[in-house]
DNA sequence: TTGTATTTAATTGGATCCAATAACCGTTGG
DNA sequence: CCAACGGTTATTGGATCCAATTAAATACAA
């Protein structure tokens, strides 16, 4: 029983995550109020807060939706390979807490026994996942930085942008294995880099795995625009 | 006449920058909203604004006021290396806009003029910073990526991590002048780089003019620490 | 004397009301 | 026929009210 106001932000977030809210589409409080049943108040604080978080832009009088350009996309994931990039550095040059290395070896552990089976069920890419997201949190916060997580807490709400937001595209199972399998690999680098105090090597690994998340978005970039060639010619 | 919840928001921004709310300080909105003047709602709207930028953090009832330490100040400024270093080497890669190159050489033309001199006045400081902004933009904006600006923003609220807030010690003119002077080379180099579209080397060059401001927030932590510690000895 | 539980008070969050402003449409004048 | 001005309407922003939750204080029991 989350509270109201706190409901309708995470509805209205998920809504614009999920292409119910189209990029560009107008929001006035009182219909999206009606909709989702409550009073205009708690609309307005979540469209306030939306708005911080670049959901939506302020259009003269209401809202509009932010359309996210491909490039918007690229942009950001580039972004964040910096700060991951700086977070593995420093995180090396003040020295890593001594719960940091294993935690991480843990999640290498864990990525192991994944991809021994050489392929990955649905549950197993739920597995990679949280995997995926405690190995990137545990740099992040062994840096000591709070600058780069609030950095990064801006990018996570762009789709594909961050780490917690991997897409897999269940029609290619082999080539989806072989990308992850790569990124995991990424990571016994990126490992091996800490442990041996080579805090350059780790910044570059670690904006280097950043990338592999882009070329795959260049895919759907790809993807996106061929089908809608595609709908073009159809048409 | 601006709106009222538009001013009540520059007005607890302003007393935060200003430390007229001190770091850890609670904050509730009944208190505030009758020392403004105003009712609750534009503060309670202030308030989660102040919330998402950094300002206030929310603790159980109410908010308290962030206090920012010193390695926050020097996290962030490293952050903002990383990502104008970020913005020249992708403005390099892109390929530079007609326009960027002139304002660039532009920004060197005046900062040439202020420093031939030899020595600053407070005219000259504010023309400096006026033109140091207008670098540091250009080539954030040059970058084509929005995610850097948006990035940035987040740091901006911090004091001393901004370009736009960079402190002045009045009492050391001639070693403010030596500092702002490297500052300015940097500049040069920069333009240089970027000129020969050497992306690599524009962006060390922009992570390293960051670091000019970090040393000197690192003596500001240097003098401040002392006074505590003279200040400590002496009672 | 200390810890826990209950009660009370205060503060926050939600709803409704009212005013102000901005957009849209129609009409009129050039 | 087009443009500009005025009116009307709808939507946002501010204020007040009410309920719910939480924190603090006090009292009671161990």
């Known amino acids: 029983m989350a509270s109201t106001g706190k409901q309708v932000l995470v509805t209205l977030r998920k809504q614009i995550a999920d292409g ?18 409550v009073s205009r108040m708690p609309v307005r604080m979540a469209f306030k807060a939306l708005e911080q978080e670049g959901f939506l832009t302020k259009a003269g009088r209401g809202y509009t939706v932010r ?28 020295g890593l807490d001594p719960n940091v290395l294993p935690t991480l070896k843990q999640c290498l ?5 994944l991809f021994v089976k050489g392929h990955l069920t649905d549950d197993d890419f739920g597995s990679y996942h949280d995997m995926n997201c405690l190995f990137h949190d545990t740099i992040v916060n062994a840096s000591h930085n709070p600058a780069i997580a609030e950095a990064l807490a801006r990018n996570q709400h762009l789709p594909f942008a961050s780490v917690k937001a991997l897409a897999v595209d269940p029609n290619q199972p082999e080539r989806e294995f072989r990308r992850f399998y790569y990124a995991h690999l990424q990571h016994h ?23 592999t998340t882009l070329n795959y ?11 809608r060639i595609r709908r073009k010619t159809s048409s």
């Open 20 to 37: 119910i809210l189209k990029g560009g589409q107008r929001l006035a409080e009182i219909p999206t109020a009606e909709s989702l049943g």
């Open 67 to 94: 359309e996210t350009s491909p490039e918007d996309i690229t942009g950001a994931i580039e972004v964040r390979g910096v700060l991951e990039g700086l977070a593995a550095r420093q995180a090396v040059e003040r």
């Open 109 to 113: 552990r864990d990525g192991d026994a």
């Open 189 to 211: 680098s990126i490992v091996d880099a800490l442990e041996r105090g080579q805090s350059a090597r780790a910044e570059g690994l670690m904006r280097e795995h950043a990338n």
């Open 217 to 227: 978005a260049d895919e759907e970039q790809q993807n996106e625009r061929s089908r």
